[in-house]
Nanobody
Framework: QVHLVESGGGLVRPGGSLRLSCAASGIFNIYRMGWYRQAPGKQRELVAT???????NYLDSVKGRFTISRDSAKNTVYLQMNSLKPEDTAVYLC???????????WGQGTQVTVSS
Protein backbone atom coordinates (compact mmCIF):
# COMPACT_ATOMS: atom_id res chain seq x y z
CA GLN A 1 0.00 0.00 0.00
CA VAL A 2 1.29 3.43 -0.98
CA HIS A 3 1.93 5.92 1.79
CA LEU A 4 3.38 9.40 1.53
CA VAL A 5 3.97 11.09 4.88
CA GLU A 6 4.68 14.81 4.69
CA SER A 7 5.96 16.99 7.49
CA GLY A 8 7.60 20.32 8.15
CA GLY A 9 4.94 22.85 7.22
CA GLY A 10 3.88 25.69 9.46
CA LEU A 11 3.71 29.41 10.01
CA VAL A 12 6.83 31.47 9.39
CA ARG A 13 7.61 35.16 9.04
CA PRO A 14 8.80 36.62 5.75
CA GLY A 15 12.47 35.90 5.29
CA GLY A 16 12.27 32.78 7.40
CA SER A 17 12.98 29.16 6.54
CA LEU A 18 11.19 25.84 6.62
CA ARG A 19 12.18 22.32 5.63
CA LEU A 20 9.59 19.96 4.24
CA SER A 21 10.01 16.19 4.24
CA CYS A 22 8.11 13.47 2.45
CA ALA A 23 8.72 9.82 3.19
CA ALA A 24 7.36 7.28 0.71
CA SER A 25 6.55 3.66 1.42
CA GLY A 26 5.01 0.96 -0.70
CA ILE A 27 6.53 2.56 -3.80
CA PHE A 28 9.32 1.02 -5.84
CA ASN A 29 11.43 1.95 -8.83
CA ILE A 30 11.06 5.65 -8.15
CA TYR A 31 12.32 7.82 -10.99
CA ARG A 32 11.16 11.22 -9.79
CA MET A 33 10.24 12.93 -6.53
CA GLY A 34 9.00 16.44 -6.16
CA TRP A 35 6.86 19.11 -4.63
CA TYR A 36 3.88 21.00 -5.96
CA ARG A 37 1.91 23.74 -4.30
CA GLN A 38 -1.59 25.08 -4.49
CA ALA A 39 -2.72 28.41 -3.10
CA PRO A 40 -6.41 29.28 -2.60
CA GLY A 41 -8.04 30.17 -5.92
CA LYS A 42 -4.94 29.26 -7.91
CA GLN A 43 -3.89 26.30 -10.00
CA ARG A 44 -1.52 23.72 -8.67
CA GLU A 45 2.04 24.47 -9.76
CA LEU A 46 5.24 22.52 -9.80
CA VAL A 47 7.76 23.84 -7.28
CA ALA A 48 10.69 21.48 -7.68
CA THR A 49 11.53 17.97 -8.81
CA UNK A 50 14.53 15.71 -8.52
CA UNK A 51 15.19 12.75 -10.77
CA UNK A 52 16.84 9.44 -10.03
CA UNK A 53 20.08 10.86 -11.39
CA UNK A 54 19.77 13.85 -9.05
CA UNK A 55 18.84 16.24 -11.84
CA UNK A 56 16.68 19.05 -10.50
CA ASN A 57 14.06 21.40 -11.85
CA TYR A 58 12.67 24.49 -10.13
CA LEU A 59 9.87 26.97 -10.53
CA ASP A 60 11.51 30.23 -11.61
CA SER A 61 10.20 32.17 -8.63
CA VAL A 62 11.87 29.82 -6.12
CA LYS A 63 15.26 29.45 -7.79
CA GLY A 64 18.04 30.45 -5.46
CA ARG A 65 15.75 30.21 -2.42
CA PHE A 66 14.53 26.60 -2.40
CA THR A 67 16.63 23.44 -2.60
CA ILE A 68 15.27 19.98 -3.26
CA SER A 69 17.17 16.86 -2.22
CA ARG A 70 16.45 13.19 -1.73
CA ASP A 71 17.65 10.25 0.31
CA SER A 72 17.10 7.32 -2.02
CA ALA A 73 17.84 4.76 0.70
CA LYS A 74 14.97 6.17 2.75
CA ASN A 75 12.70 7.03 -0.20
CA THR A 76 12.49 10.52 1.25
CA VAL A 77 12.49 13.88 -0.49
CA TYR A 78 13.21 17.20 1.20
CA LEU A 79 12.51 20.79 0.29
CA GLN A 80 14.61 23.40 2.07
CA MET A 81 12.86 26.73 1.73
CA ASN A 82 14.78 29.89 2.60
CA SER A 83 13.95 33.58 2.27
CA LEU A 84 10.27 32.75 2.30
CA LYS A 85 7.82 35.30 0.95
CA PRO A 86 4.09 35.74 1.56
CA GLU A 87 3.46 34.59 -2.01
CA ASP A 88 4.94 31.21 -1.08
CA THR A 89 1.91 30.59 1.11
CA ALA A 90 0.17 27.45 -0.12
CA VAL A 91 -0.50 23.81 0.55
CA TYR A 92 2.62 21.92 -0.51
CA LEU A 93 2.07 18.44 -1.90
CA CYS A 94 4.60 15.69 -2.34
CA UNK A 95 4.59 13.87 -5.67
CA UNK A 96 6.35 10.62 -6.52
CA UNK A 97 6.71 9.14 -9.99
CA UNK A 98 7.37 5.42 -10.04
CA UNK A 99 7.19 2.25 -12.09
CA UNK A 100 5.67 0.31 -9.18
CA UNK A 101 2.92 1.40 -9.01
CA UNK A 102 2.97 2.73 -12.59
CA UNK A 103 1.43 6.11 -11.78
CA UNK A 104 2.14 9.26 -9.80
CA UNK A 105 1.42 9.18 -6.09
CA TRP A 106 0.41 12.24 -4.09
CA GLY A 107 0.66 13.19 -0.46
CA GLN A 108 -2.15 14.86 1.43
CA GLY A 109 -0.31 18.16 1.63
CA THR A 110 1.20 20.32 4.30
CA GLN A 111 0.28 23.95 4.86
CA VAL A 112 2.96 26.61 4.59
CA THR A 113 1.95 30.09 5.67
CA VAL A 114 4.31 33.04 5.36
CA SER A 115 3.00 36.01 7.26
CA SER A 116 4.12 38.68 9.67
Amino acid sequence: QVHLVESGGGLVRPGGSLRLSCAASGIFNIYRMGWYRQAPGKQRELVATIGSGASTNYLDSVKGRFTISRDSAKNTVYLQMNSLKPEDTAVYLCNVGSLTPPYDSWGQGTQVTVSS
